[in-house]
């Protein structure tokens, strides 16, 4: 099938500190992974994405790692501040499949 | 400067009346897209168009409907609003299909009276 695990759901660092999240795929034709970070009354913003022929994909604070043979792909977050905090969705799509999938979203809260 | 515009950013309806929601975009897109989120959940979608091809998934309920009059507009209909329908309603755009990033509107929050 199409469902994309992500864990955790909620996530509460220390201002300063990394945050990792994670997604697992099932659909093995899954090409394209973008991460979308939601703030409170807004919509989903896209942040990063990476494609399947990539294995990681980096931009200033935040990177994406991509395991085709695990399935899974993960969002890391390095010296994280108070603006982080978030809900944070993963999605997968294929060509076959054309809309995207998406995680359960995971809520990071970053203490000051 | 905002892409994809929703209007109204609020509404609120009385049971089985019947509501609204547009949706605009300034980036040409040919793909656009209605979500129905609810709290705490990821965006559920509901139907698509690519250009004037209307998809529609295949658990949306039947008083939903939608329009597309031309390229950059794009309006959801709820025929019979009930209780249920309360939610957060999204607006998304791609260039095409093949694996283009989506971009979200900010949303109407629908409350059903």
């Known amino acids: 099938g199409e469902n994309v695990e992500q864990h955790p759901s909620t996530l509460s660092v220390q201002e300063g500190d990394s945050a990792v999240i994670k997604c697992t795929y099932s659909?093995?034709?899954?090409?394209?992974f973008p991460w979308y970070k939601q703030e409170l009354g807004k919509g989903p913003q896209l942040i990063i994405d990476i494609r399947s022929n990539v294995g990681e994909k980096k931009d200033q604070r935040i990177a994406v790692t991509l395991n085709k043979t695990a399935k899974h792909f993960s969002l890391h977050i390095t010296e994280t501040q108070p603006e982080d905090s978030a809900v944070y969705f993963c999605?997968?799509?294929?060509?076959?499949?054309?809309?995207?999938?998406f995680g359960g979203g995971t809520r990071l809260m970053v203490k000051p | 400067d905002a892409m994809v515009i929703q209007n109204p950013r609020y509404q609120v309806t009385q049971f089985g009346k019947p509501v609204t929601l547009s949706c605009s975009q300034t980036l040409n897109h040919n793909v656009m897209y209605w979500y129905q989120q609810k709290s705490s959940q990821a965006p559920k979608l509901l139907f698509h168009y690519y250009d004037k091809d209307f998809n529609n998934e295949a658990d949306t309920p039947d008083n939903f409907q939608s329009r597309r009059p031309n390229t950059s507009f794009c309006f959801l209909d709820i025929r019979s609003p009930g209780l249920g329908d309360a939610a957060m309603y999204l607006c998304?755009?791609?260039?095409?299909?093949?694996?283009?990033?989506?971009?979200f509107g900010d949303g109407t929050r629908l409350s059903i009276l």
């Open positions: 659909d093995s034709a899954s090409n394209y």
């Open positions: 999605a997968r799509r294929s060509d076959a499949g054309n809309m995207l999938t």
């Open positions: 998304a755009t791609s260039r095409d299909y093949s694996n283009q990033p989506q971009h």
